[in-house]
C-alpha cells in the first residue's frame, strides 16, 4: 500500500498546536487565521485517519496517535528544514565540492595561495585537488571530471573551454651544478646547442614543449632530448644527475637542489603563462568564487 504524503504545511501546524496546545496561540504563532489551522489538523487527522488532539471546551489535549506522530513529525520538520538549509548553502557556493586539476609546478607558485584564501572564504566547500599535467586537465574538463584547472600553455583551438591567464613568467637555463656554463649569471641560449637535453614529452603538454623547442630553433639548433620526464621535479632530479641540461618556466627556481643551477637565459622575451580553466556554461556557482578568488591577485612574476 503506497504511503500518503503528508505536505510540510500541515506538519508544521501540527508540531506547533501540540506545542501550544491551544488553537488560537497556535493560529498567532502560525501567522493565520483559526480555521485554516483547523483545516490543515482536520486534512492531517484525515490522511492518518484517527485523530490527534481531544478538542475538548478550555481544553486541547494530544491523543495517543497524536502523542505518537509527534516525535517523527519533529524530525521531519528538521530533516526539511536542515535540508533546505544544505540546498541553500550549495545554490549559493557557500558548500558544495569543487575538483581543481593542478601543474604540478604550480604547488611553487599559484595554487597555495588560491587554497589558503578560497579556505578562508569559503570554509564549508570541499577541495578536491588532482595533480595532473595540462593535456590530462584538458579531457578532464571535457569530460566533466575536474571543475576548474590550473594548467601551462592551454591551447588555442578550444571552443568548449575559457581560459584566464594568471601568471605570465620567463624561460630559465636549468645545469647540473658542475656544468661550465653554470659559472655564468646569464646563459645565451646558443651556448647549450651541443648539450643533450632533458624535456618533458609533448603529449603532457604540448605547446609548452613546442615552445621550447621553438626558443631553440630561434638560436640555429634543435636540441637533443636524451630523457623526457613527465614532472618538472623529475626533470631537476635528472639534471642533477648530469644526464642533460633543460629550459624550464621561471618559477621551476623554487624546486631546491643543490645539485642544480637556475640561470637566466638571452634572448630572454619568450614568456610562458599558466592559466586557469573552465567549462564556458558551467553555472557552478563554485566556479564563479574560485575564479573571483584568483582575480584578488594580480598576475606576475615569481621573485
Same mark, same amino acid.
Not at 497524536?66 to 550549495?90: H, M, N, V
Not at 574538463?141 to 584547472?149: E, F, K
Not at 600553455?153 to 575559457?162: F, M, N, Q, V, Y
Not at 630523457?227 to 629550459?247: F, I, K
Given at each position: ?49 484517527? %485523530? ?42 557557500? %558548500? ?10 604550480? %604547488? ?81 641560449? %646558443? ?113
Amino acid at each position: 500500500m503506497d504511503r500518503p504524503e503528508v505536505p510540510f504545511p500541515q506538519l508544521h501546524a501540527f508540531v506547533v498546536l501540540a506545542e501550544e496546545l491551544h488553537f488560537g496561540h497556535a493560529a498567532a504563532r502560525l501567522g493565520i487565521a483559526q480555521p485554516p489551522l483547523s483545516q490543515q489538523i482536520r486534512r492531517l487527522e484525515d490522511k492518518v485517519g484517527h %485523530a490527534l488532539f481531544n478538542r475538548e471546551p478550555g481544553r486541547v489535549t494530544l491523543t495517543p496517535a497524536g502523542r505518537e506522530l509527534l516525535p517523527a513529525a519533529r524530525r521531519s520538520l528538521t530533516g526539511i528544514a536542515d535540508g533546505l538549509a544544505a540546498a541553500r548553502a550549495i545554490g549559493s557556493g557557500q %558548500a558544495g565540492h569543487l575538483r581543481i586539476g593542478f601543474a604540478a609546478s604550480l %604547488a611553487l607558485t599559484v595554487l597555495p595561495g588560491l587554497l589558503r584564501t578560497f579556505r578562508q572564504r569559503f570554509p564549508g566547500v570541499r577541495l578536491d585537488i588532482r595533480e595532473m599535467a595540462t593535456a590530462p586537465q584538458i579531457a578532464a574538463l571535457h569530460d566533466r571530471a575536474i571543475d576548474i584547472g590550473l594548467l601551462r600553455e592551454p591551447p588555442t583551438d578550444e571552443s568548449e573551454l575559457s581560459f584566464r591567464t594568471v601568471l605570465s613568467e620567463s624561460f630559465v637555463a636549468v645545469l647540473p651544478a658542475t656544468h661550465p656554463l653554470a659559472g655564468q649569471r646569464v646563459v645565451q641560449l %646558443a651556448q647549450l646547442m651541443d648539450s643533450p637535453f632533458v624535456l618533458l614529452p609533448r603529449e603532457v603538454g604540448p605547446r609548452l614543449h613546442d615552445q621550447i623547442i621553438e626558443l631553440c630553433a630561434s638560436e640555429g639548433f634543435t636540441p637533443q632530448v636524451v630523457q623526457q620526464a613527465v614532472e618538472w621535479q623529475t626533470v631537476c632530479a635528472l639534471v642533477e644527475t648530469g644526464l642533460g641540461v633543460s629550459l624550464a618556466p621561471a618559477s621551476i627556481r623554487r624546486i631546491r637542489l643543490k645539485g642544480v643551477a637556475f640561470r637566466r637565459i638571452e634572448p630572454g622575451a619568450a614568456r610562458t603563462r599558466v592559466a586557469v580553466a573552465w567549462q564556458k556554461h558551467d553555472k557552478n556557482p563554485l566556479v564563479t568564487h574560485l575564479l573571483a578568488t584568483l582575480g584578488q591577485d594580480p598576475p606576475g612574476e615569481p621573485p
